[in-house]
């Protein structure tokens, strides 16, 4: 991750063994525990940064070498009660350096390193977090731009992205109710709560995150695992049987499904990632629902795989910078750069041109982005609007912050009509 990559591409690999010991490919336990490790470091990498470099003002290497200690540094600067006991981390980090050859060299540097940080904790600690960054383990133009956004809120919602995220689950209708699935759990020895609210009737967030295989009937396609932000994209498009509906950056195919959950509508799911868009078909043969037609094609060209016949819904979940998600995933606000943002905003404008027009007059299109920067979200919209006088603003959430109660991510959502008297 620190050298570009997402988590999503590196983690998988270990699933193949590698060169370096082990090279036996890991088990699934060895692959939790290094995405939980991943995770918890993510979330306090500004922290971690900066007490490297307060006990060490010097260049760490290898770059391994480095990668182990911020791991080790966000473990133990956790507060109270912290996973592992003092001894406990000092010693498995030196262990780890004795499995490396590159840095076999360096155990008496870490545990010195490590031992100097639980004596002085507390010092190091206030120092640390005078920063922003370490404060709130964002980078700072992130940091900037969400004060600038959310003045009341900005604090709260980097907050909330320290906490690892709720698991909510959306209960396939097709297989029946939420109530139904709620005893089904239950009897697993699992329990949920029941978010109210419009758009979330099927949707039940576990009191306690569980492997998708613990999930009772999940390979019979009764549950799928879904934020309940993203469960309100389907439901606000409002398919219809019959209708002709274009999902057009589709992959993995989570809101496919549910248009297909909710109505006999023929779908067409586009996505430019052959990899990605193989995983749609994927989704639906799990949950036992009508095929939908899955292309891998750019919505951005219709040149290339429009057939001229006008679309009843078009939903248009962009590509953005994924603000709204980074307690999801928290090596995003890493890996995004200032610049990302007015590049995205900028694809995102351009899909809305291209696909407006495939809409038959009376239609409706959703813009959604798992955003909570405004330039991808209210501004992008309100832009639209006054670039097409045929578009009509229908009631829709717009901008959505995270939040606790009901646990959701950060979404955006505007809905289009276009005028019943527009041209074809």
Not at 78 to 93: C, F, S
Not at 146 to 154: D, K, S
Not at 254 to 259: M, W
Not at 272 to 286: N, P, V
Request: positive net charge; glycine residues 6%; contains cysteine.
């Amino acid at each position: 991750m620190l050298r570009g990559e997402s988590l999503a591409g590196a983690l998988p690999r270990l699933s193949a063994g590698t060169r370096q010991p082990p090279v036996a490919p890991w088990s699934a336990a060895q692959r939790g525990a290094a995405q939980a490790l991943c995770f918890e470091t993510l979330r306090g990498l500004g922290r971690a940064r900066a007490l490297l470099a307060l006990l060490h003002p010097r260049r760490v290497s290898p770059p391994q070498l480095e990668a182990l200690l911020l791991v080790a540094l966000a473990l133990a600067s956790l507060p109270e009660p912290r996973p592992y006991p003092d001894h406990t981390l000092v010693y498995e980090a030196v262990q780890a350096c004795a499995a490396q050859p590159r840095m076999r060299g360096a155990r008496g540097f870490v545990n010195a390193l490590l031992r100097r940080l639980q004596a002085q904790r507390e010092g190091l600690l206030a120092q640390a977090l005078t920063q922003p960054e370490a404060r709130y383990n964002h980078p700072a133009w992130w940091i900037e731009l969400l004060r600038e956004a959310w003045p009341a809120q900005w604090e709260s919602i980097l907050e909330l992205a320290a906490l690892p995220p709720p698991m909510t689950l959306r209960v396939n209708r097709r297989w029946g109710t939420r109530e139904q699935y709620l005893e089904r759990l239950r009897a697993a020895g699992l329990d949920a709560d029941a978010p109210a609210g419009p758009g979330l009737e099927q949707a039940l967030v576990l009191r306690r995150a569980v492997a998708v295989s613990e999930l009772p009937l999940f390979d019979s396609g009764a549950v799928s695992v879904q934020d309940a932000s993203a469960q309100l994209a389907a439901v606000l498009l409002d398919p219809q049987a019959a209708m002709r509906v274009l999902d057009a950056c589709a992959a993995p195919g989570g809101k496919t499904a549910h248009l297909l959950e909710l109505a006999d509508c023929e779908v067409l799911a586009l996505d430019r990632d052959a990899a990605r868009a193989a995983r749609i078909g994927d989704t639906l043969r799990r949950l036992r629902l009508a095929p939908a037609e899955v292309r891998c094609a750019d919505a951005a060209q219709p040149a290339g795989w429009w057939d001229g016949r006008a679309f009843d819904r078009i939903l248009l979940d962009a590509p953005c910078s994924a603000s709204g998600i980074s307690r999801r995933h928290p090596d995003i606000r890493w890996l995004r750069r200032p610049q990302d943002i007015a590049a995205l905003a900028a694809q995102q404008r351009e899909l809305l041109e291209a696909l407006w027009p495939l809409l038959r007059p009376g239609g409706r299109l959703l813009y959604a982005t798992c955003s909570q920067f405004p330039a991808e979200g209210a501004e992008q919209a309100t832009s639209f609007l006054a670039r097409h006088g045929d578009a009509l603003a229908l009631a829709a959430p717009g901008q959505i912050l995270p939040g606790r109660s009901p646990e959701r991510d950060g979404f955006f959502y505007a809905l289009f009509a276009k005028r019943a008297d527009a041209t074809a």
